[in-house]
Each structure stands twice: as structure tokens, then as C-alpha cells.
Nanobody, 122 residues
């Protein structure tokens, strides 16, 4: 299984971006998530999507501004980010969790994309 993240870039404060995570290969999926890591900081949870129920969970910092979704075929997961702030600047990673675990804990995810840089300029 491979995850390929894309869609990052440089955007001004208040702008929007849509990140994509393309999945290839077959595996069971319990949940897919997005995490981010800013320089000098730990990787932190951003959003997650439970695969069967489409239940969405967001970090407080993302609520009301970010939306996680997937395509009908289940091959791509998106993170739509609106009203971006400088503190959103980070490398964003998508991740796949095969069985139920702690959705906030990066170590519970089994597969990771390579990351895509998001930079929000003020």
C-alpha cells in the first residue's frame, strides 16, 4: 500500500488549499487521517475519517475551517482547508489505520504518505 500526498503550496492568510492523498494497493481500512508537523514540533493530529461510517473528527484548531472527505471510489482522501492562518504552516501527512486504535496517536497508523508542505504567509 502506498499513499501519495499532494496539493500543498504557498498561500496567503485567509486563503484556501485542498490536499489530496491517493491510495494505491489493497488493504483493510478502518480510518484515514491527516497530521501535520511544523519545524521543531511534534507531529499533531488534524482530522480523521472513519471509513465505514464517514464519521469525521477534527482537532480544535481545524474545526470550522478544515474538512476531510473521500471520493466515491475510496481511492483518494481530501483535506480542504479554508481561512488558513500562519500557524497552519507545516508539512501535512496523510495516514491509514487498518484497525481501530487511538485516532489521535500517529503510532496507531499503519501507512503514511510522504508529506506535502503548506506555507501560509502573513
Amino acid at each position: 500500500v502506498q499513499l501519495q500526498a499532494s496539493g500543498g503550496g504557498l498561500v496567503q492568510v485567509g486563503g484556501s488549499l485542498r490536499l489530496s492523498c491517493a491510495k494505491s494497493g489493497r488493504t483493510s481500512i478502518y480510518r484515514m487521517g491527516w497530521f501535520r508537523q511544523a519545524p521543531g514540533k511534534e507531529r499533531e493530529f488534524v482530522a480523521a475519517l472513519r471509513w465505514s461510517s464517514l464519521t469525521q473528527t477534527y482537532a480544535d484548531s481545524a474545526k470550522g475551517r478544515f474538512a476531510i472527505s473521500r471520493d466515491a471510489a475510496g481511492n483518494t482522501v481530501y483535506l480542504t482547508m479554508d481561512n488558513l492562518k500562519p500557524e497552519d504552516t507545516a508539512v501535512y501527512y496523510c495516514a491509514l489505520e487498518r484497525t481501530v486504535g487511538n485516532l489521535y496517536d500517529p503510532s496507531d497508523y499503519d501507512y503514511w504518505g510522504q508529506g506535502t508542505q503548506v506555507t501560509v504567509s502573513s
